[in-house]
């Protein structure tokens, strides 16, 4: 059985930093890209309608969205079958619930994602 599961998000004021972990089990990652996206808290959306926050390619090669960039850091460990969205700096603007599947295209079983608000 296949099954993601995010962690690691909370109450932070401005400035602060948080890392999120995503962990799937039962799936072999090491053949994927990932990816963190996130959505507004309280409204569902596709997966494709999602904003894609930060993605990393299987050879490691990453991707953040402009309003992330340099703030964020993402990171995987395929052995663990774990990706980590490392976030400093954070904004306001950054409250979102944050998601992690395959990327481009989820593959994986959709999750209820982390909660992340940025608030003082």
Known sequence: QVRVAES???LVQPGGSLTL???VSGQ???RHGMGWKRQVPGISVSWAQRELVASISTSGHPYYHESVEGRFTISRDNAKGTVLLQMNSLRPEDTG???C???PFATLPLSK???VTVSS
């Open 21 to 23: 972990s995503c962990e």
């Open 97 to 99: 619930v944050y998601s």
């Open 101 to 103: 599947n395959t990327s």
């Open 113 to 115: 994602g982390t909660l």
């Open 8 to 10: 690691g998000g909370k």
């Open 28 to 30: 072999d990652i090491s």
